[in-house]
């Protein structure tokens, strides 16, 4: 009963800073959730796990360095929060998104054929699907669903509006969704960064972590090729993504091989700009 109180609780307050949000407009918004952010994000719970995460991401890092780094995530924290409910913006406009080096995008478009896109939880993680679909590529998104059952339903709704209409809960149910949309030339997206219970002990940062290996076994059962996509927020609120060079799943003996390969990939996304990823996931507990 106390959760339920909590979560209506917590239900009402986004709610209200989403109303406060649309009345201010999506450039003062920013401008304040960014704040508020870096201001109350290190009173959160989670400031353990960051500090836990950091030291594994380096021992070596000077304290300033790790502070520097904290207060850029929730200031990033902060603006893709109140995006959610600017994403209408977004879907209609392009002026905000820059294609870096539109190669493998275009080739992607021009075989016609499904990949998996995987990706971390950078900037605004969102406008990774959404400009996928925004470039005529079916597409389906796995993602979690908020604890918050008050909340969720809005979520939800905003992704399937102006994110991608087709979206799959993680799970064994997930699974199959994934496979019937393959099936029917879907391209699958999905973040590789949280921490997966039933995942396997994978290498990340030299230290084990339970690792999603579902892009690998999907990749290695229907010979989809994997494309990872890092995603940067700039400094005049505009994004740049790329869509890097595929992996191909045949230059691998087992989905473990491929999985490992894709945790240094995400190394290499993380390491490119530590300030815009979500430092908050339990990834080594």
Sequence with gaps: MIKKINYFLQAILI??????????????????????????????????????????????????????????????YGM???????????????SHMLIDDKTNLFNLIQKNKPVIFISGHFANFE?????????????????????????????EYLRKKYVCKNQIKKGINGVREAIEYIKTNHSIAL????????????NFFNVPA?????????AIKYNLEIIPVFI????????????QKEINPKNFNNKRELTQELNTVLEKMIIRNPNQWIWTHNRWK
């Design 191 to 202: 973040m590789i960064d949280q921490r997966i219970s039933e995942g396997e002990k994978i």
């Design 210 to 218: 339970f690792t999603t290996t579902l892009p690998a076994q999907l």
């Design 127 to 155: 406008l990774m699907s959404m400009e996928i679909t925004k470039n005529n590529i079916n597409l389906a998104t796995i993602y979690r669903p908020l604890n918050n059952f008050f909340l969720n339903p809005f979520m």
């Design 15 to 76: 709610y209200l800073f989403f109303l406060i949000g649309r009345i201010l407009g999506i450039k003062l918004s920013r401008k304040i959730f960014s704040f508020l952010f870096s201001f109350m994000g290190p009173f959160f719970k989670s400031k353990k796990i960051v500090e836990k995460n950091l030291k594994i991401f380096s021992q070596r890092m000077p304290d300033l360095e790790k502070r520097k780094i904290i207060t850029n995530m929730w200031k990033n």
């Design 80 to 94: 893709t929060f109140i995006e959610y409910i600017f994403l209408n913006y977004y879907r209609k406009n392009k």
């Design 232 to 243: 940067e927020r700039m400094v005049d609120d505009k994004f740049k993504i790329e869509f």
